[in-house]
């Protein structure tokens, strides 16, 4: 990866409070034990609009942290990949390096770290957010942890980015046949981009800020993300046709420069800690409630909306039947075991 740092990220950095040591500068006003919690000020981003879960856990988090360290620690959320010029692999590469402290990228983002962080992208592998939950809070963290430690982040919780639907301008998509021919924008990785053409669509991988024009111009057919991205991107204003079929599950995960976190005291960590698998909690429960009212807000929007059952799914699972064991075969049997998937 390349280790420069864009202007425009310098400059945005420049004018921020700096660490000095493990505590960046700080104008709060807390009340907490300075010795337990040290005031410091942390810069965390995130990809997702003002209104997406990633950015709403983040703020959560923040205040949760704000809260129990007695206002001390005080946690910056930036949208919208600010600090980054509003690419996301440049945000990744930023929080790994240390030139920001927190960060809640999807799993499909981090996975330019390594792509085995991908394993619990690989399609129809779990079939409700119970399933994922269990897994990913029992084996799953941990393996992701193990990744993210060699590249020197410190996983602290995960969040539902959702399951994944389609969404475009062309057709409605009820069989395999349909996706034939799309020009669908994802977010790069081999599990989506194979998925993808295994239908015989045309997957293009563009950074999320360029979407919403390039479906606008034409450029592209769809996209597919969760509900939560979908809404809070306004895709109901552009897509005509949405499919729920929950094809793959996704989610962000909260991550921390390994460097700064080792610099903070015992008793801050603990914090950072139990605040964040908090937040998530938090935002796992706001995406499963909100989910069905999204799928009616877009059907007041004249989107149409279709829901497949588990007979239609049948024939679009067979067609990818063997790019699922070769996912698993490839990502390993440590992987395939965090997430249940050995035979």
């Known amino acids: 990866m390349k280790k420069k740092i864009s202007a425009l990220a310098l400059m945005l950095l420049v004018s921020l409070p700096l660490f000095s040591g493990c505590v960046g500068a700080s104008d709060n006003n807390g009340t907490g034990d300075e010795k337990l919690y040290p005031k410091m000020t942390l810069r965390m981003t995130v990809n997702g609009t003002d209104i997406a879960t990633d950015t709403k856990t983040a703020i959560k988090f923040s205040e949760l942290v704000k809260e129990a360290s007695g206002g001390n620690i005080e946690i910056k959320v930036f949208t919208n990949d600010q600090l980054a010029g509003g690419n996301g692999t440049k945000g990744v590469e930023m929080v790994a390096q240390g030139a920001t402290e927190i960060a809640a990228y999807a799993s499909s983002a981090m996975a330019v770290l390594d792509q085995k962080l991908l394993v619990g992208t690989i399609p129809w592998i779990f079939d409700d957010y119970s399933q994922a939950r269990q897994v990913i809070d029992a084996s799953g963290g941990e393996y992701y942890g193990k990744l993210l430690e060699d590249k020197g982040l410190t996983y602290m919780g995960s969040v539902h980015n959702g399951f994944r639907q389609i969404t ?57 993300n969760g509900f939560s991205v979908t809404n809070s991107a306004n895709m109901y204003e552009i897509q005509k046709y949405m499919t729920v079929w929950n094809y793959t599950y996704e989610n962000y995960l909260f991550v921390m420069n390994t460097k700064k976190f080792n610099e903070l005291p015992e008793e801050t960590q603990k914090l950072l800690h139990e605040k964040a698998l908090e937040a998530c909690e938090w935002g796992r429960d706001m995406v499963e409630k909100e989910e069905r009212e999204l799928i009616e807000k877009f059907r007041s929007f004249g989107m149409e909306v279709t829901e497949l059952s588990s007979e239609e799914l049948v024939p679009f699972k067979e067609k990818i039947s063997d790019l699922q064991k070769y996912f698993v075969d490839k990502y390993g049997e440590e992987a395939a075991a965090a997430f249940g998937l050995m035979e």
Do not use: C
């Open 168 to 224: 475009n301008s062309k057709r409605p998509v009820k069989t395999p046949d349909d996706v034939a021919k799309l020009k669908v924008r994802v977010p790069g990785g081999e599990v989506y981009m194979n998925f993808w053409r295994a239908f015989g669509a045309d997957p293009v991988a563009m950074s999320w800020s360029e979407v919403f024009t390039a479906l606008q111009q034409g450029t592209i057919d769809g996209q597919e």
